[in-house]
DNA sequence: AGGGCGCTCCGTACGGTGTACGCAACGGGC
DNA sequence: GCCCGTTGCGTACACCGTACGGAGCGCCCT
C-alpha cells in the first residue's frame, strides 16, 4: 500500500533526483503541496518529513525546506528522534505493560492504552510511531528490568542455565513477551543485546574435544532460546482463558475431562485413558525444569563427546 | 457476556427448575417469546435449541417444545449435529485450510473464507460454532493427513524421534498449526488422540534402570512436543513477513543488518558483533534438527543413569 | 509588523475483524 | 388453514490499527 504521503514524497523526490531541483533550492513549502494536491497540512508535512529521513532535503524553520548538498547525511534524525522520546514515552510503555500484564496481549489496544492514561488515542502516536515499534519498547523494558545475574557463573552450563532462567522469570512475570519475540525477524531491543551476547558466550567456554565454529555455538545458543519460548509462549493463553472463562485451571479441567476421558478408548489408547484417569502434577514450571534439565544433559552429551 | 438467548433459555430453565413447568408440558413456543421478550424468531429458536443441548426440553414438529421426562438423555444432540455435518463442513475446512496455508492465520478470516466460496458470510456459520471450532476442525484435519508412520520403530528413541518428525513436517507444511494448538486447554481433536497416544507410549519402552512412573514420562513427551512446536511457531512469522514486504530473507537480513552491526559493538559484544559479520547457515530446520539430537540425547542420559 | 513557514495537536473516518440478532420463507402436524 | 419448529441470509454492533483532515502556534525573514 502507498499511503497518499508517500506518493507526495516519491513525487517530489524524483524531481530532485531528476535535477530539476538543485541542492539549495526550495521543495514545495507545505501550504504549496496543500494547494498542488489538494491535501491537508498534516499530509504535505509528513511528505516532507519522509524527505527528511531519507537525507534528501532539510527544514529551515521560518524558511522552508531546500535540498541538501550532499545527499544522506542529516543531523536531523537524531534531534527528532530525541525531541520525540522526550517527555512521556515512557508513562506511555509503562501503561502499555501494565495492561499487557494483566490481561495479555488481545487486551492491549492503542485506545485502551490512551483511556488509562487519560489521553486522546491518537496523541500516543506522537511518541510511538505504531503498535510494533510500542511492542518492541515494551520488551526493551523487560529486558531492562530482567538483567542477567552480574557475575555469571563459571562453566557453560552453569552460564547457560543461568540465561535460560532468567529469560524464564521475565516470561513468567510478562507472558506477552514470549509472544512479542521473533527470531527470524529479529528487533533491534537495546537491552536485549546483552542477553544475546551472553548466550552466545556461554559456549566459547565449552569444553569440547574438537574447536566449535561460530555456527554450532549459535545453534545451540539459538535452540536453547527457543526452548524457554516454546515453553513460555503457553503462559499467556492459560491466563486468558482463566479469565475469560472465569474458571480456575482445575475447575477447567474437570469440565474438560469428560469428553476428553470419553475420546480416550482404554482398549485402543490405553496410556492416554491412564494419564486422564490420574491427578498429575503437571505446570509449565515443571515442564520448563525438565526439558531444561534434559536439554543441557544433550549438550554435554554433544560437548565432551 | 451473557447474550439475549441465553438470558431467555435461563428463564425458562429456572421455571421448569421450580416446577412451574412439568414434563410433558409445553414450553413457550418460539412465536410466544418472541412476544414475550421482544425478540425475533432466531433469537428465540436459539433459546430453545440451548435447553434442548442440556437435555431439559424435546421439540416436537408441528406441535411444540415440551419438557422432557428425565432430563439429561436426549437424542436430539447427536441427530443435530449429524444433520449439521453432512452437507458442506469438510469444504469450508479445506477453504479455510488453503487460505491459512498461503497467508497465515491472519490473513484468515470468516468473509475471506465465504467469498472464495462464492457463499454469503454468516451461511458459514450453519457448518462450523465460531472460528474455535473451525480451527479445531482444521487441526483435525492436519492430524489425518499426517499420520504417524505405521509399524512405529521400536527402541523409545527411534520411536520418540518418529513422532517428533512427524508433528515437524506437518507443522512445515501447514505452518498455523503450531499457533492453533494449545497445551494447557487441550482441545479435544479425533485424529490428534492417536498422535498424543504415541508419545506417551514412546516412554513405556525406555530402558529405564527404575520404573518411570506416569508422571515423568508425561513430562518427557510434553516437554518434547513443546520443543518441536517451539522451533515451529517460527514458521508462520517468517512466511508472514516475506510475504508482505515482498523481501526474501536475504533481502530482508541484508537491510536488517546495518541496525545490528551498529549495535554490535565489538568490544562490548564480540560474539554478537562476529555472528553479525560473517554469513551463518542457520535456518529453522537445522535448528530443529539440533534441537531434537540434543534433546533425545539428554533423554537418554535420563532414562539410562 | 506581517506574512509565510514548519510543526504540533487531536478528531474523524476508513477498512477490517467476529458474530449476535432480525427478518422472511419453508414444510410438517393437527 | 393454522401454528409449530426450522432454515438461510443480511444487517448491524463493537472492536481494532491508523491514515488523513483541519486548526492554531511560534519562528524567521522581509
Given at each position: ?35 498542488d ?11 516532507l ?5 531519507r ?33 512521556t ?23 485502551r ?78 537491552h ?14 565449552a569444553?569440547?574435544s ?10 545451540l ?12 509462549v ?18 477447567w ?18 496410556h492416554l485413558?491412564?494419564a ?19 536439554l ?10
Amino acid at each position: 500500500m502507498t499511503t497518499t504521503f508517500e506518493r507526495i514524497a516519491a513525487d517530489i523526490g524524483a524531481r530532485i533526483a531528476s535535477g530539476e531541483l538543485a541542492p539549495g533550492d526550495r521543495v514545495p513549502s507545505t501550504r504549496r503541496i496543500v494547494a498542488d494536491y489538494g491535501v491537508a497540512m498534516a499530509t504535505a508535512t509528513r511528505a516532507l518529513d519522509a524527505l527528511q529521513r531519507r537525507g534528501l532535503v532539510e527544514a529551515r524553520r521560518g524558511v522552508g525546506t531546500v535540498v541538501v548538498e550532499q545527499p544522506g547525511r542529516s543531523a536531523r534524525d537524531s534531534l527528532r528522534s530525541g525531541s520525540r522520546t522526550a517527555p512521556t514515552v515512557d508513562d506511555v510503555v509503562r501503561a502499555a505493560m501494565a495492561i499487557a500484564d494483566e490481561e495479555g496481549l488481545p487486551g492491549l489496544s492503542m485506545r485502551r492504552i490512551a483511556t488509562d492514561l487519560g489521553l486522546p488515542t491518537m496523541s500516543l502516536y506522537r511518541h510511538v510511531a505504531n503498535r510494533d515499534e510500542l511492542l518492541a519498547a515494551m520488551l526493551d523494558r523487560v529486558y531492562a528490568a530482567h538483567p542477567l545475574p552480574d557475575p555469571l557463573p563459571d562453566g557453560w552450563r552453569d552460564r547457560a542455565e543461568a540465561c535460560a532462567r532468567t529469560f524464564w522469570t521475565a516470561f513468567q512475570r510478562h507472558p506477552w513477551a514470549a509472544h512479542a519475540m521473533s527470531i527470524t525477524r529479529p528487533q533491534v531491543v537495546p537491552h536485549g543485546v546483552a542477553h544475546t551476547e551472553a548466550m552466545l558466550a556461554a559456549f566459547d567456554r565449552a569444553p569440547a574435544s574438537r574447536p566449535l565454529d561460530l555456527e554450532t555455538r549459535m545453534h545451540l545458543a539459538v535452540t536453547l532460546f527457543l526452548f524457554v519460548r516454546g515453553v513460555a509462549v503457553n503462559i499467556e493463553p492459560a491466563l486468558a482463558a482463566r479469565q475469560d472463562t472465569g474458571l480456575s485451571d482445575e475447575d477447567w479441567m474437570n469440565r474438560a475431562k469428560p469428553p476428553l476421558q470419553a475420546a480416550a478408548d482404554p482398549r485402543q489408547y490405553p496410556h492416554l485413558a491412564r494419564a486422564t484417569a490420574s491427578e498429575l502434577d503437571i505446570t509449565l514450571d515443571s515442564l520448563f525444569e525438565t526439558g531444561l534439565a534434559r536439554l543441557l544433559d544433550g549438550y554435554e552429551v554433544f560437548l565432551t563427546r
